[in-house]
C-alpha cells in the first residue's frame, strides 16, 4: 500500500500546523478566534485549509489505489505532489507578508492531485 506513507506524512504535517496555532493562541492569550492577531489568523487558515483539501484528496488517492495497485509509481507521484503542494500552501499562507507564488504553486499543486485522481477514479469505476 502506497496511500498511508503519505496519508502518515500529512498527519505530522497537520499536527505541526496545529502545534503552531496552539502555540500563537498560548503566546496572544487568545482562546477562540484570532483576536486580531494576524499571524494567528494565519496560522488558523493554513491549519484549517489543509483540513479542507487533504481528507479528500487522499480519500480520492485511496480509491485510486484500490482499484489499481500496481500501479505505485502514479500512486507515489500523486502523493508527493500533495505532500509538497500542501508545504507550499502553508509556508505561503503563513508568512506576515505572504509570498503568493507559493499558495498559488500549492493550490495549483493540490488540485491538480485532486483532479487526476478524481478522473483516475472515474475511470477505473466505469471501465
Known amino acids: 500500500m502506497v496511500t498511508p506513507i503519505y496519508a502518515a506524512i500529512l498527519a505530522f504535517v497537520y499536527l505541526f500546523l496545529a502545534k503552531r ?45 484500490l482499484q489499481q495497485p500496481s500501479f505505485t509509481a502514479g500512486l507515489h507521484i500523486l502523493g508527493a505532489l500533495l505532500v509538497v503542494g500542501r508545504l507550499l500552501h502553508a509556508y505561503g499562507v503563513s508568512q506576515e507578508v505572504e509570498p503568493l507564488k507559493f499558495r498559488v504553486y500549492g493550490m495549483v499543486l493540490t488540485g491538480s492531485v485532486m483532479i487526476v485522481a478524481a478522473l483516475w477514479c472515474f475511470f477505473l469505476a466505469i471501465t
Do not use: C, M, Q, W
Not at 496552539?22 to 485549509?49: P, T, W
Open 21 to 65: 496555532v496552539i502555540s500563537y493562541r498560548r503566546e496572544y492569550r487568545v482562546g477562540l478566534s484570532d483576536g486580531g492577531h494576524l499571524l494567528l489568523k494565519k496560522a488558523i487558515r493554513a491549519h484549517s485549509n489543509f483540513s479542507e483539501y487533504v481528507p479528500f484528496t487522499l480519500l480520492l488517492v485511496l480509491l485510486v489505489e
